[in-house]
T-cell receptor
Framework: DAMVIQNPRYQVTQFGKPVTLSCSQTLNHNVMYWYQQKSSQAPKLLFHYYDKDFNNEADTPDNFQSRRPNTSFCFLDIRSPGLGDAAMYLC??????????????FGQGTRLTVV | AQTVTQSQPEMSVQEAETVTLSCTYDTSESDYYLFWYKQPPSRQMILVIRQEAYKQQNATENRFSVNFQKAAKSFSLKISDSQLGDAAMYFCASPNTGNQFYFGTGTSLTVIP
């Protein structure tokens, strides 16, 4: 009964080689998020979608982009990964803003290694 | 913008004892929720407990309870009868009306057998 699924769990990419991380959800939630989490740090919000509306955090590098082709899927594209982009990437979903008891549901994450 | 502060990078507790993790936040929202999430090593983030700001009663979920002090903007998590499975990173989180979840820096909890 997995609800937020991230693929792959582990991804190794070469410096500068584009990479795409995937997230799917079975919860039919309107909102999907991408977070970057480096070792022993808090998850850092990169961007989120409310339905098809894309919301970028002000400090998210241009190197990071996202696509949401439908409610269930969301992708994180890193155009030219650098060594500093090595991290755990977390996908999360939630209901409509303002919904009572809204909480975020997380996937297991994709650990990205850049070599 | 939301800010969430956890001032305890690491905590330890003896098995079966009680431990309290601290969190303070700052928000301009009038109505909001607060959450504690648990992230075990190499496992996914899961919700531990939530608090609605307009409710004065502190939330409780089995061995987990919060001490919510709205005026002080404080939201601490108390874990009673600590178990080995409670060992994890704990993050305090506060969403805004745009439903953007912001997390504190986390507290690493060690449970000593």
């Amino acid at each position: 009964d997995a609800m937020v699924i991230q693929n792959p769990r582990y991804q190794v990419t070469q410096f500068g080689k584009p990479v795409t991380l995937s997230c799917s959800q079975t919860l039919n939630h309107n909102v999907m998020y991408w977070y970057q989490q480096k070792s022993s740090q808090a998850p850092k919000l990169l961007f989120h979608y409310y339905d098809k509306d894309f919301n970028n955090e002000a400090d998210t590098p241009d190197n990071f982009q996202s696509r949401r082709p439908n409610t269930s899927f969301c992708f994180l594209d890193i155009r030219s990964p650098g060594l500093g982009d090595a991290a755990m990437y977390l996908c999360a979903t939630s209901r409509d803003p303002g919904t009572v008891n809204t909480e975020a549901f997380f996937g297991q994450g994709t650990r990205l290694t850049v070599v | 913008a939301q800010t969430v502060t956890q001032s305890q990078p690491e905590m330890s507790v003896q098995e079966a004892e009680t431990v309290t993790l601290s969190c303070t936040y700052d928000t301009s929202e009038s109505d909001y929720y607060l959450f504690w999430y648990k992230q075990p090593p190499s496992r996914q983030m899961i919700l531990v407990i939530r608090q609605e700001a307009y409710k004065q009663q502190n939330a409780t979920e089995n061995r987990f309870s919060v001490n919510f002090q709205k005026a002080a903007k404080s939201f601490s998590l108390k874990i009673s009868d600590s178990q080995l499975g409670d060992a994890a990173m704990y993050f305090c989180a506060s969403p805004n009306t745009g439903n953007q979840f912001y997390f504190g820096t986390g507290t690493s909890l060690t449970v000593i057998p």
